[in-house]
């Protein structure tokens, strides 16, 4: 009990930014002498601070409580099929440090679970923060992922199976580890920290080699009852369509993904367009990245690969804003980077066919948090446990102090 009233208390004052020892007693219906002794606790770790002096309604003028955001801090790792992207940040996700590492092929489990205590370890030692302010570890994995024990069951880009995660990085570093998939990961950081701050029902989409979502319901991470929930990279958009990675014909990830922009660019060249691509004496060179630029070169190909890419996507978010009803879709993820080439085609879409005049409000947005946004997501799994209002949804209160 006494850990989710801090919990609670925790919560209303980060949401608030300042508030009174009165202000959370009421708000949080809890007496005044149990608000004094939690934040007296918190007063002493260092996590939260006196501040300015409030308006006085009469009598006393009440003192401000506010979060001290350089108290303690986070790692957070987003372990992609091709690279770690690893942050240590503050309360506030302010990153202080960062480190990215690129995978040698043929990794075996080994190799990857001792690069990813290296990334660990070099945040920690270029931080130079001691490892008694640091509260935890969060992981956004590729693949399925089991959050509950912290298992990485199936990472299909590394061709891994069945990684300890939590187990082995609590041993190594003696911090709780939180893991979860990469997307739902996304999903909360955006949540918290990017362009979904606000909301409590968001879709975000990771548009990168492949497509997976994170679904914040409620303002809790929705993940389904196999921990499939989410997977709409592999919602059959075309029956008829071409062979998916899944085994399953016409999966959204054949015609919207990254690799599916790569694929397409090449078909229209195979079948003599006329095009700067062409220029590329390797086609195998041929990225998202490369069509994104020939665009803005003006390049009609380049530009109509990325518009039709954008409409298929928005057939598929077309689908999940009927049967979700998100208040934001936010999208990320390596193809979100051909900015209005992608989203304006998935704008108009929904805004001419969502099925009420509200729905077809839904906005479309980019991530705010970029190249980092899963890992600062990873961090705010962390996050998550020490503030969240609700921990009991989570499972799991593992920061003690
Ligand atoms: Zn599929």
Redesign the pocket.
Known sequence: MKSMNRSVILHLIRKHKQISRAEIAKKAHLTPPTVTNIVNELLEVGLVKESKVGESKGGRKPILLSMNSKSFYVVGLDIGGQKIRGVLTDLNAEVEESVSINFQKGLSKEDLLSNIKNVITSLIANSKVEKTKLLGIGIGMHGMVDHHQGVALFAPNLQLTNIPLKKELEEEFDLPVYVENDARAFALGEAWFGNGYGFENLVCINVGIGIGAGIVMNGQLYHGKNNIAGEI??TIVDINGTK???G?YG?L??VASGRALVEKAKEELSNGKSSLLQDVVNKDEITGELIFQYAQKGDIVAKDILVQTGKSLGVGILNLVNFINPERVIIGGGVSKAGSYILDPIQSLIASKALTEDARKTEIVPSKLGNYATSIGAVTLVLFDLFSADPVGKGQLTIEF
């Open positions: 990279g592999h998916c990675t899944c399953n999966c990830e054949t």
